[in-house]
């Protein structure tokens, strides 16, 4: 293993976020303190508890996953596309490193920044309700193992893409509506039948259930199904980077 | 002994392309071996083959006796490269563009090695300035030091000069006999054909796909190279006298210059003989001079020769 390449890698993107701290971590305090006052203050103040908890604090590991999802993909996809776009991407090739060593790399930096934004959205979050974690390592697993995986899929992305405008394409058109759609801001049993059934298609929904129930021990799918479905993803993005570095698919001509 | 091993290397990309027909050639340890040819000639694809950025379909390459497929780590290690383009890490400083470079080879930080690095190529007072803040000629050497930050064996300079003043042009030459010096083996494309017939050792011929030529510097001027011989005339000619004709003398310069190209490498130039017979016919010169056919025009010949 070529660990000084990985670190090497990792220091260089992890500089780029503390670079534009401002943007990285001070943009998603704001909107979470504006959902918390939207959300969480004048319609919450409306809502009945739901399954016994009250709704400021029931949407907090929904807001945590909705950035989480969105940071990770936004990272990963552009700490790799911003090489190939620019043409620097010349080094990572004609350097010794194996294509593991890259994804540990660019997909370690990514999710450790989203890991980081998840936790300042976590503390943000205690200055507006009272923070209740029945499961705090099952609550840092789901962390991990969602940063990970949507670091992945967002690698996957930066490498498909060939513009910007396709950067955007699937973080824009299809996560954020199957995040909003996931309940974050509801219980999948809040909804009629037939919406109910369609949720559970969401592979989102499993991973919100999964972090919610680490937090109130509640949750729309029991926890094996939640795990299995998230494994399950990141099962697919490995299979799909592991493809795109043996087929050389937009890196190598 | 060959430090670059390239056997009969092919590619043809997806769109049908055929960038290199079946090219075997070896590079020597410790030389400055220059390789021309026109545009798309295959120059950019064959360096990128050896340094892993264009996979080969069929052939092989080794570096140091390395596999660059089998054995790539061991491969690329020693190999450095200065792309033609100036991609650059635009938001980064010098210093850690250039540490960055090390690190991606797997070599631990090595300050030292970095400052002389940048103080060689005059980047030293510049190593906290943001890349996108340099000068084109600034950014081509940025790229230049991160290509030795990880002390290469085997450099690739793929049109180190484009677009680059003559006073840095003089410098980056400098610097490539320098590493030759140092014991570095150095591989450089370039337009500037006297680029290479001031550094070359030896020099290769591309052309469409193919190696046309590979020869020593010295070797190739001597067996290509022409001589002329240009006579100015005292009384201008209308044309040239039949009793001349045998020697191939072309008219120039409305009529008062004599041009005579003769072989450097032939037993007898014709020189003697073709003076005897222009005073014979009483044709009088005022001057004349000889010329050396430059390496430009040899490769332009040979390009010619084979289109």
Known sequence: MNWQAVGAIYGFEMARFW????????APVISTSLYFVVFGAAIGSRVTAVDGVPYGLFIVPGLIMLSLLTQSIANASFGIY????????YEILSAPISPLEVVLGYVGAAASKSILIGLIILATAALFVPLRIEHPVWMLAF??????????FGFVIGLWADGFEKLQLVPLLIVTPLTFLGGSFYAIDMLPPFWRALSLFNPVVYLISGFRWSFFGKADVSLGISLGMTCLFLTVCLGLVTWIFRTGYRLKS | MAIIAISNLSKVYASGLVALKDVTLTIE???????????????STLINIVCGIVTPSAGTVTADGHDILGDYRAARRRIGLVPQELTTDAFETVWNTVSFTRGLFGLRKDPAHIERVLRDLSLWEKRDSRIMALSGGMKRRVLIAKALSHEPQILFLDEPTAGVDVALRQDMWRLVRRLRDQGVTVILTTHYIEEAEEMADRIGVIRRG???????????????????????????????????????????????ELIYTYDTKGERTGITGLLTALSTAGIRFSDLRTSQSSLEDIFVDLVKERA
């Open chain 1, 143 to 152: 962390l991990l193992l969602t940063a990970v995986t949507f670091s992945l």
């Open chain 1, 19 to 26: 670079r534009t701290a401002m943007q990285s971590i001070l």
């Open chain 2, 29 to 43: 340890r410790g030389e400055i071996f220059a390789l021309l040819g026109p545009n798309g000639a295959g120059k």
């Open chain 2, 210 to 256: 193919q190696i046309i030529l590979v020869e020593g510097k010295a070797e190739l001027m001597r067996k290509l190279g022409r001589k002329q011989l240009s006579l100015q005339l005292q009384a201008p000619l209308a044309e040239v006298p039949p009793a001349l004709a045998e020697h191939g003398l072309e008219l120039a310069g409305d009529g008062h």
């Open chain 1, 82 to 89: 911003f090489p190939r776009f620019a043409g620097t991407i």
